[in-house]
């Protein structure tokens, strides 16, 4: 329901929403920021009021489940090119 309030609300495509990450959203400017979307550019659009309650409470149980992973020792990602290389504790954040 939240992806499709977001894609419907945001006029995002499909592979732009499943591509969000946590550290894209920032709830105090009311702006998802979309990367790599059709024309390539990153660019920035709003976060409707009415679905910041209802991400924010999504976003505390994945961290929640993020950090249960991490107890068990998994819960890693996959980041773009060469920051895991980088980066190396990058792969454990919950931004990500």
Request: glycine residues 6%; hydrophobic residues 35%; proline residues 4%.
């Amino acid at each position: 329901m939240l992806m499709t309030q977001l894609l419907y609300g945001n006029g995002l495509h499909l592979m732009e929403c499943l591509r969000l990450r946590v550290k894209d959203v920032d709830f105090e400017q009311h702006q998802i920021i979309v990367r790599d979307p059709k024309g390539m550019h990153d660019c920035t659009t709003m976060l409707p009021v009415t679905l910041k309650p209802s991400l924010q409470a999504q976003l505390q149980a994945v961290k929640h489940l993020h950090e249960r992973d991490l107890a068990s020792g998994h819960g890693e990602v996959s980041l773009p090119c060469a920051l895991s290389q980088k980066y190396s504790n990058t792969t454990k954040e919950w931004t990500w």
